[in-house]
């Protein structure tokens, strides 16, 4: 299909582990295993390791991301980051609307979108995620429902703006549960979340965003879910916590 016309990214979100001196050494260790990479490679990591991080990653091809934004600028907003504190960082990337969030935390589509606007305006590209959970799955409205997720949160995104965009298809039950979707289940998903862009923007402009795969993708099964069309890189939980493994799945990606 079109897959040369995007770029293939392999970011990491490492959720709530390491501190900052556990960041240096990871990404120290990381950055010889991923020199060269033939995709970009992105590291999101927890708040207050954005300085260690991105002190660790310079003059190296690693970018580094926060795993979420509020949608303020500044203000009474307890506990939050607004995207300018990231962009004085050098922060470059943000995940929005992981399942996480939006199970633990009381994320909806509509903050969702409130955040990936407020992410791009500050100029950071934004990797939004969508998925279903298990029952949805069963339910067969999988396909239905990433479309309305990836519809939601990309309301009043123009499409210039949506060159700053990834979506990360991130289905809920193979989350951390070692559980992948399959190679045909990531890629078809993923078609359908490229349908509804192109419902949107139109098939051309569509045929240009980065659509990765999340759900327990790992050293071993990377390469076979990267190779599908629709499957543009990925978003690495576990395995972005090992400099080997991850390392494996950027060299995949890279082929
Ligand atoms: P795992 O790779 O640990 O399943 O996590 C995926 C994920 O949630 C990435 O955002």
Known sequence: MNKTLRNAVIAGNWKMNKTPAETTALINEMKP??????????????FVDLQAAIEAAKGSNIKIGAQNVHFEKSGAFTGEISAD???ALGVEYVIIGHSERRTYFGETDVTVNKRTLAALNAGLTAIVCVGEYLEQREQGITAEL?????????????????????IAYEPVWAIGT??????DQANEVNAAIREAIADVYGKDVADTVTIQYGGSMNAANAEELLSKPDVDGGLIGGASLKAQDFSVIVKAASK
């Not at 949160?153 to 123009?158: F, I, K, T």
């Not at 070692?178 to 190679?183: E, L, M, S, Y």
């Open 146 to 166: 990433v479309a309305m997720q990836t519809k939601i949160a990309l309301q009043g995104v123009s499409a210039e703006q949506l060159k700053k965009v990834i």
């Open 33 to 46: 295993l991923v020199a060269g990479a033939d995709c970009d490679v992105v590291l999101c990591v927890p």
């Open 178 to 183: 070692g559980k992948t979707a399959t190679a």
């Open 85 to 87: 504190m990231l962009t």
